[in-house]
């Protein structure tokens, strides 16, 4: 972040609307020190701003007919994929508007020849007199005596804060007893839910880290929807795939519309969430498998070992010594 495009944007931009300016500060702060090669999306720009996307393109086209910005190198954002990629634009830096000399009035009353607007008269306002006033006043601070203080009262009652000490997320809403644990925002911060715990460890692993701290409780309660809707791999993938590491996404409301834009895998899908417990039980239950046995008529993947009757019938049967439904026997 450069400072020359941000103090331009303050000072030194010709005909800037008040409505333009979150988005023209917004641009300037991911341009160079010239004023180009500034390519946020608009998603961050209306997270900037305040504003709806919607608000955000019309702030750019009026920008751009104003003269204030123009379309940068399209070559920037060539390693983005093709309907990802944000529009470039140049700041106009040489663009700068002319100060108009004005009379200055001053208001402070310092001026030259202006009249006192008080009615007290400044005779005998000499310094001997002055110091004498200032003395006179310090001492009848110091002798004087209040009798009249109110005393502080000793309430033998619990008080106030006794009575909703222990108590979590009392923030005098009425909310579901679920969303106690971390209703208190105003009170405890923005605490994290430990519902959500396996999700902020993945995006961890993945290293994608954003701010929470303007999560509310409708946020918290959309994220357990789309943890229960969508599965916390696919979450996660959908993270990784909108991360851009030179432009990343700075807060969790900005992840959660993004993921609000995908809908739910369908059922089957690999990426349901039915599908990745089903195939977490497999490998745990690969995971108690013991050791193969190592016998060449065991098969390695089924252990089921192919036997012969007395009749010349050959069948399938668990093995004995590796099968994981054999175990009681193993251990009898």
């Not at 005098?172 to 644990?181: E, F, V, Y």
């Not at 195939?279 to 036997?307: F, L, M, N, S, V």
Request: glycine share 6%.
């Amino acid at each position: 972040m450069y400072k020359e495009p941000l103090l331009w944007v303050v000072e030194s931009a010709p005909e800037v609307s008040p409505h333009w300016i979150p988005v023209l500060l917004g641009l300037a702060r991911h341009a160079d020190a010239h004023g180009r090669g500034a390519y946020p999306s608009q998603e961050l720009l209306a997270e900037y701003a305040r504003k709806s996307d919607r608000a955000v393109r019309n702030d750019l086209k009026a920008l751009e007919e104003a003269g204030l910005i123009r379309p940068g190198d399209e070559s920037l954002v060539a390693h983005l994929p093709p309907d990802r990629r944000p529009l470039v634009w140049d700041l106009a830096l040489e663009k700068r508007r002319i100060l108009q000399a004005t009379d200055w009035k001053p208001t402070s009353g310092r001026s030259t020849g202006r009249k006192p607007t008080s009615g007290r008269s400044t005779a005998g306002n000499t310094p001997e007199n002055r110091q004498t006033r200032r003395s006179e006043k310090n001492d009848r601070k110091h002798t004087s005596t209040r009798t009249d203080r109110k005393h502080t009262s000793t309430r033998s009652g619990p008080s106030r804060n006794d009575e909703t000490a222990g108590q979590e997320g009392t923030t005098g809403s009425t909310l579901p007893p679920k969303l106690s644990n971390y209703v208190g925002m105003q009170q405890y911060g923005s605490r994290i839910p430990d519902w959500s715990q396996p999700l902020m460890d993945a995006l961890q692993m993945k290293g994608i880290t954003v701010s929470w701290g303007r999560m509310s409780d409708l946020h918290w309660i959309t994220v357990q929807q789309l943890m229960k809707s969508h599965g916390v791999p696919y979450l996660v993938n959908i993270a990784t795939t909108r991360w851009n590491p030179r432009n990343p996404i700075r807060f969790g409301t900005l992840l959660i519309e993004i993921w609000r834009e995908y809908s739910a895998p369908p059922p089957g899908s690999p990426w349901h969430p039915d599908t990745q417990s089903k195939r977490e039980q497999q490998h745990r239950a690969d995971a108690d498998k013991p050791p193969h046995c190592g016998d060449p008529d065991c098969d390695e993947k089924t252990r089921y070992r192919e036997i012969e009757n007395d009749n010349g019938i050959r069948s399938l049967v668990p093995c004995p010594n590796c099968h994981p439904s054999q175990k009681e026997n193993r251990a009898a």
